[in-house]
């Protein structure tokens, strides 16, 4: 028995795979005394060692402990991977996607859209597609909306396109005309928005709460606002000479108003449609279309939809207004006053040339327009 497990032994030996002579001289010759063998074992179990490295842990672990040619060996193949590896890159460097940071909060604040930006893919990016659940709607919104899901209504983006280029052209042409402009948004988290709209658009800004009567009942409302006359460059000269026609004048009105919220502010443009005055309005499949001047149908809900329609108007306000400024370079006014002023500056100019005006009937209430603010 025991030759045969010898003989056995032999032949397994032959055929065992070579690693190097070295480390398998090293291999098959050390031998752990820490723990005898036992009776029960075979011969071959007892000859064989107890833990043989494999090729690929002592390459891994000790590089040294191979012969040199093996390690040069090794050695170039490292170095030919690498230079695989290398132009593999260089070829594929600039294949794939691009990650990069798409939505910014404060992008669409600080740097709206143009009215010449604007695309299907921004609107539906800004969720002016969504709408409220369909047992809010209101049906003067059905020419509006494109269909249904989930018990939604879809509002078409190519309506509110349209509907918003057209919005942007009015802004651009009040602007140009040199008109009042003011945005309007009281719900939280429009404040930056209306801000912004209306600092592109050189118009003002109403972020709280529209006190009742304030265009109706402007006499009594406004009556401790300080008035003031601008040129068209728009300089305070009311110590020009028209520190008196402050005296009887009305505060002035809007000549345009943009709003964000309708719901809420349905007060203001009622006001706002007593004095005859245009409104813009962003719609949403609850409210109702008839009470703004304008269309705009979108989601009112979303901050991303009214900082894109507020910034478009903006842009639109700041391209009225350059245009209006390069026309004033070459000498050429886009507006014209009142008639309460071009009456009082008539009479002053004749009065000091001597000429005594023609007295015409009192009016207590002048009109309202032209460059008076209060």
Request: contains cysteine; hydrophobic residues 35%.
């Amino acid at each position: 028995m025991i030759v045969r497990s010898l003989v056995r032994q032999s032949r397994t030996g032959l055929f065992t795979p070579p690693i190097s002579s070295q480390v398998c001289r090293r291999a098959f010759l050390s031998t752990d005394a820490s723990q005898p063998p036992s009776l029960s074992q075979t011969p071959a179990e007892v000859a064989a060692p107890p833990s043989q490295p494999l090729a690929e842990d002592i390459v891994a672990s000790e590089p040294e402990r191979l012969p040199w040619g093996a390690r040069r060996a090794l050695g170039n193949d490292i170095a030919n991977d690498f230079i695989t590896r290398t132009k593999l890159q260089r070829k594929t460097n600039k294949l794939g996607s691009t990650l990069e940071r798409r939505y910014m909060p404060g992008e669409l604040i600080q740097n709206p859209p143009a009215p010449k930006d604007i695309s299907l893919e921004l609107l539906m990016a800004s969720q002016t597609h969504l709408g409220h659940n369909t047992s809010l709607w209101n049906q003067g919104n059905a020419r509006y909306i494109e269909g249904t899901r989930n018990g939604m209504h879809i509002i078409s983006l190519e309506q509110t396109a349209v509907h918003l280029r057209r919005a942007a052209r009015v802004v651009e042409e009040v602007a140009y005309h040199g008109g009042l402009i003011l945005f309007v948004g009281t719900r939280r988290g429009q404040m930056d928005i209306v801000v912004r709209a209306a600092e592109l658009a050189e118009g003002y800004h109403l972020f709280t709460k529209w006190a009742p009567g304030t265009i109706t009942n402007r006499d009594s409302i406004l009556a401790r606002s300080k008035l003031r006359v601008v040129d068209e460059n728009g300089n305070d000269i009311t110590d020009r000479g028209f520190t008196p026609l402050l005296d009887n004048h009305r505060p002035l009105c809007p000549d345009l108003v943009v709003v964000l919220n309708p719901t809420e502010n349905y007060v203001l443009l009622r006001e706002c449609a007593q004095e005859a005055i245009p409104t813009i309005g962003l719609i949403d499949t609850n409210a109702d279309p008839g009470r703004v001047t304008y269309v705009i149908p979108g989601n009112d809900d979303s901050w991303r939809s009214a900082a894109v329609v507020a910034g478009v108007l903006g842009r639109a306000g700041e391209l009225g207004q350059k245009r209006r400024k390069r026309d004033l370079e070459k000498g050429v006014v886009t507006w014209q006053n009142s008639e309460e002023v071009t009456r009082y500056i008539t009479k002053t100019n004749l009065a000091l040339q001597g000429v005594k005006a023609k007295p015409s009937k009192p009016n207590r209430w002048p009109l309202s327009g032209g460059r008076v603010f209060r």
